[in-house]
């Protein structure tokens, strides 16, 4: 009878039924009701979730998450792509440029500094990529970002509209050659450092000389055209190759060898230069 009983019991516990007993005098009793709670756990067990609760992958970002936005990729060119050139460069990624064209050297950088940092290596330049960049980097100066030329040349100076003249602007670092206020050619140009500085006036060609070595620094100064007493105009193998990271001795450098070669063989003597801010 003890066995009989506790198996019912457990069936009502189970389903929360309505039982009834019987005594030993064979005679009913009144109904007794189990109530069983409705989420009833067993002790040392964690509570099952209901079908409200939020899945595990409610919580979770989907796999499928769309890409950060390119901003800049091969090809591309521009002010932007020169910053991140010049902000490439202040990290150790970049060893050329700025030219502002987003160019293979340009790519490979930007894939190493993902790489790196645990960014995908696609090489081009996405949001994700520019802020983490941004973060280590600080605004580049004008010539960072102008390191090896390219600045726009700014209006030339009222002395330099008539004649023949080389119109030499220390603000915008350029040299343009000009006929009767014409613009023939415009290259980037190095002025002298500070103890050396490169006088600012109007002068003119006196001497031409196209292998030219300085007796005083014993450095070449090939297709130099000299103005005033031992400063030339003249081309740089190190304004070539470091850009505005140096400066001369008070001499005008001009980086493009083939564009140099070209003024030497128009400018004579006699010539205006014109060096102004």
């Known amino acids: 009878m003890g066995r009989s009983f506790a198996a019912l019991l457990v069936l009502a516990l189970a389903c929360g039924c309505t039982v009834q007993t019987a005594d030993g005098d064979g005679k009913r009793r009144l109904p007794v009701r189990i109530e069983v709670p409705e989420h009833s756990t067993p002790p040392g067990h964690s509570t099952p979730p209901t079908s409200d609760d939020p899945s595990p992958s409610a919580t979770t970002p989907s796999a499928g998450a769309a890409a950060p936005a390119v901003l800049w990729s091969r090809g591309d060119s521009g002010p932007d792509v020169r910053e991140l050139q010049a902000r490439l460069r202040q990290v150790a990624w970049l060893y050329d440029g700025p030219t502002g064209s987003y ?20 090489g081009r330049t996405d949001t994700v990529t520019w802020k983490r960049l941004k973060d280590m980097t600080r605004e580049p100066g004008k010539w960072e970002l102008y390191l090896m030329g390219g600045q726009p040349a700014d209006a030339p100076d009222a002395r330099c509209l008539t004649g023949r003249v080389l119109c030499i602007s220390k603000t915008s670092r350029t040299l343009r050659w000009m006929i009767d206020g014409r613009t023939v050619m415009t290259v980037p140009v190095r002025f002298g450092s500070v103890g050396t500085p490169t006088r600012e006036g109007v002068f003119s060609i006196y001497w031409k000389s196209r292998h030219h070595v300085s007796t005083l620094y014993d450095s070449p100064m090939p297709y130099a055209m000299f103005f005033s007493g031992g400063q030339a105009v003249h081309y740089s193998a190190d304004f070539a190759a470091h850009g505005y990271a140096g400066g001369s001795h008070g001499c005008v450098n001009v980086r493009d060898e083939a564009a140099i070669a070209d003024l030497f063989a128009q400018v004579r003597n006699g010539d205006k230069v014109v060096v102004h801010w």
């Open 103 to 122: 160019d293979d050297l340009t790519e490979r950088a930007v894939k190493g500094f993902q790489g790196k940092r645990g960014l995908p290596r696609t």
